[in-house]
């Protein structure tokens, strides 16, 4: 990290993070078991679930296809991220599941 990466601002993001542990300020280092969440995701959930929550490529009227263009956008967004081709993309559940299916794709 270069001496411009703001620890406090970035901690600010995390409401968790403002909570004290006794009389110490929480530090969380179990992120690859679960990561926490800044208030930009906490908020984009809080709206999907408030305004949007329907079947994704599985619904056709107004919520669902509003669900389905989120989880695209988020799609491409998160290739355009990678530099990487939309189509190439996959999203699962979680780290175990990503390695049983890269696993299962390389098996005869
Ligand atoms: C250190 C560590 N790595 C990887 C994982 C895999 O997590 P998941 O498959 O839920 O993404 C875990 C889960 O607890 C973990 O603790």
């Known amino acids: 990290m270069g001496a411009d990466f703001d620890v406090d601002a970035v901690r600010a993001d995390f409401p968790i993070l403002q909570r004290q542990v006794g009389d110490r300020p929480l530090v969380y280092l179990d992120s690859a078991a679960t990561s926490q969440k800044p208030v930009q995701v906490l908020d984009a959930v809080e709206r999907y ?30 290739a355009a991220f990678l530099d990487a081709d939309p189509r190439g993309l996959v999203f699962t559940r979680n780290a175990t599941e990503s390695l049983n299916l890269v696993a299962a794709s390389c098996s005869p």
């Open 49 to 78: 679930y408030r305004q949007s929550n329907s079947n994704v490529h599985r619904g056709a009227h107004t919520l669902g296809n509003e669900a389905t263009e989120l989880f695209e956008g988020a799609r491409r967004r998160v």
